[in-house]
């Protein structure tokens, strides 16, 4: 009779080859079979291993002599006769007698056997009785390690479906554990939003034997499906002892908590870097409208999809203190920005509007109230609160805005605007830490504008002074052409002292003045008013250039410190001589047609205020068609050039005499100034007849 080897299901070594290393070799169970009187008619191999005594000799011999000790004879063939007559089973621990003389206490499981003859023996199968134990121990506490783990676990088959599924896995995935079984890791439908790379994943594991650890995924569970949700995800392979692939083994941890924490400090981190990013791009200058604009594009795109800042007309022109009232406020639209093209921006108020809205608007009951409003989730009927009319509403829906949030612009306690702030793309509703990021950026923001108004108020008040002091529209001078300007520094700066005048003198005789007082601001346009009065005193007197600078550096001396820097000239129409002193000033430039154009050298002297210095007076001849450019220093001075060279291009620029004065000077502004330039310039530009 031909044996064919069994295969069971499932079973993917080689039937021919014995499995080495599996769970019988482990145990070690041994096999005798017995005939009716109790004699050893069958040896395995693993009964010599585990009672000692080889086949020859056992086979023939009584079991209960062999492998009994006297004492325990009675109770064994007792049960021997049990199993024999009644053919019922018996398992338990029995002390057995190895050939080494000691005892052993094995686990047995005792049965009736009966051949094709009908023949009747007994068949013993014994395995050591603490490897039982300890193989029983292992397994229960595996299985109790599984339920009990606060790990999600998961087994799988090579096709990866599911073997085995703790308790904790049923709670991540709302599916009871009982429901896994059998079912292939797709059909759960997991909350893992990339089931396909987690498939891929498991896959690589079950070819390559190499585990991946640590696996990051995120996504909502059927019992939490409002919330995200954290796990990290470990793979690897199980092989039986003989390197037999049985499947894949899966351990989910729940990082829920250590995810949310972690998205917490990265919005501390995003919320400190816009602080810090805020605190060095907003308010760099002196200017209220470009202070908003930076506002904007700061809160843009992390703060919000679309961001406006509007002041109250009342405060930009510095007539309101305290707070608002509770009616209509007017507003003026400063700074518009949006992350991405949207209707939204039709929505609202085009930089430089005047918008009235009324008390029941929200951005108008946020300066009301001093406090921020916020809508997180923003309904139909708070669009309408929200627009500044029916169809910026509908069009703010349209862009799909989905929460609010203004917070009033505050600076030393009085209210000047609000930083209006919407949602489209970004889904996350506004909440408390955007309103606390908001106000710090918008206070920040306030003080610089307030800064900026204040100043701008205080700017143009110098320089509308410093204006009405300057002449406007000189007369007509005998033998002259005459064009001037006065330019003001840019807003970063204050207004300067810088003046020019043209005076009429007797004998048809002109004076020529320019000057400089160093400082700004009202105080400085006020002591050029005070010395450009004493100048024309003086001038009347018909006093040698020298001898005025003489009385003027008198009267400087007396005004609280003042410097004054001067060039003083007069021309006689009749001789064609021009008289000039210079007081510490930059010296007049001489262009004449057919020659290079160059400075006059005169000496220069102290500036006005020094005292006790005398000044000079220098004769020059000058011919018809001679242009004589007075200028103050803002014209060629900077931080970043050397004056000679800022000189040499001032020459390079009169180079054609012949033109129009008014194209000279604007020629000369033009080429030389800057827009960042931090002085005022006065230019006086003279052709003789």
């Known amino acids: 009779m031909t044996t064919e080897p069994f295969q069971a299901d499932g079973d993917r070594t080689d039937p021919g080859r014995p499995r080495a290393g599996s769970l019988l070799d482990l145990l070690s169970i041994a096999a005798v079979v017995l005939d009716t009187n ?60 190895h050939r080494d003389g000691s005892t052993r206490l094995m686990e047995f499981r005792n049965m009736r056997l009966l051949n094709d003859v009908g023949d009747v023996y007994a068949l013993g199968i014994a395995a050591d009785h603490g490897m039982m134990q300890r193989v029983e121990t292992d397994l229960a506490l595996c299985q109790r390690l599984i339920d009990q783990s606060p790990i999600g676990l998961a087994l799988m088959d090579p096709d990866l479906r599911f073997l085995l599924v ?105 919320r400190l870097a816009l602080i810090a990013d805020a605190s060095a791009r907003v308010g760099t200058t002196l200017e209220v409208e470009q202070t908003a604009r930076e506002l904007a594009e700061v809160a843009t795109p992390d703060l919000a999809d679309v961001v406006a800042v509007d002041v109250l007309d009342s405060a ?153 002091l300057l002449p406007e529209h000189p007369p007509h001078h005998p033998g002259l052409e005459i064009a001037y300007r006065y330019q003001p520094a840019q807003a970063t700066s204050e207004v300067g002292g810088d003046w020019y005048d043209v005076i009429p003198l007797d004998d048809d005789k002109t004076a020529l003045v320019v000057g400089d007082v160093m400082g ?12 450009r009065t004493a100048t024309c005193a003086y001038a009347d007197l018909d006093l040698p250039p020298g001898t005025v600078l003489q009385h003027l550096d008198k009267i400087t001396c007396d005004l609280e410190h003042y410097i004054v820097t001067c060039v003083y000239a007069v021309y006689d ?38 005292g006790g210095v005398p000044f000079c007076t220098t004769t020059v001849e000058l011919l018809p068609g001679d242009v004589l450019i007075f200028y103050t220093d803002g014209l060629v001075e900077t931080r970043h050039h050397a004056i000679d060279d800022r000189l040499n291009s001032l020459l390079a620029l009169l180079d054609k005499p012949e033109g129009p004065l008014e194209e000279t000077c604007d020629l000369l502004l033009h080429g030389l100034r800057h827009p960042d330039d931090h002085d005022d310039v006065a230019l006086l530009a003279v052709r003789t007849g």
């Open 166 to 270: 703790n308790q904790a896995l049923e709670r991540i995935d709302g599916i009871p554990a009982a429901e896994h079984i059998g079912r292939h890791l797709r059909e759960t439908a997991p909350p893992f939003p990339d089931i396909e790379t987690i498939e891929s994943a498991l896959h690589q594991v079950l070819a390559t034997g190499d585990p991946l650890l640590d696996q990051y995924a995120v996504g909502r569970t059927p019992t939490d499906p409002d919330n995200d949700h954290a796990w990290s995800l470990s793979f690897y392979r199980l092989e039986d002892p003989g390197g037999r692939v049985l499947g894949a083994a899966a351990s989910v941890v729940d990082v829920t908590e250590r995810h949310r924490a972690a998205i917490e400090a990265d919005r501390a981190r995003r």
């Open 316 to 468: 930009l022109a510095c007539r309101r203190t305290g707070r608002p009232g509770g009616g209509p406020e007017l507003f003026r639209a400063l700074a518009l920005k949006a992350s991405h093209p949207t209707v939204a921006l039709r929505a609202a108020d085009p930089p430089g509007d005047l918008a009235a809205y009324d008390g029941d608007r929200l951005v108008t009951l946020c300066v009301h109230s001093g406090r921020p409003v916020l809508v997180r989730q923003v309904a139909p009927q708070d669009l309408r609160r929200i627009a500044r009319d029916p169809e910026a509403a509908s069009l703010l829906a349209s862009a799909g805005v989905h929460s609010y949030l203004a917070v009033p612009l505050i600076a030393r306690g009085e209210v000047l605007g609000a930083l209006d702030l919407k949602r489209t793309r970004n889904p996350h509703p506004f909440d408390q830490d955007d309103v606390v990021l908001a106000t710090e950026l918008a206070g920040r923001a306030a003080v610089a504008m307030d800064n900026a108004r204040w100043y701008q108020s205080v700017r143009n008040t110098a320089l509308t002074l410093q204006r009405s």
């Open 573 to 610: 129409p009749h001789s064609r001589r021009c008289h000039l002193a210079n007081a510490g000033h930059m010296p007049p430039a001489l262009a004449r047609p057919g020659r290079e154009p160059a400075l006059l050298d005169l000496p220069t002297a102290a500036p006005l205020g020094v």
């Open 38 to 97: 109790g004699r050893i008619v069958f040896w395995s191999p693993q009964a010599e291993d585990l009672f000692g005594y080889s086949a020859q000799e056992a086979l023939g011999e009584y079991a209960g002599r062999l492998l009994v000790r006297p004492e325990h004879l009675q109770t064994i063939l007792g049960l021997f006769g049990e199993v024999m007559e009644t053919g019922r089973s018996w398992s338990g621990a029995f002390p057995i007698l």
């Open 520 to 531: 700004n601001g009202i105080d400085a346009a006020a002591t050029m008013g005070r010395l």
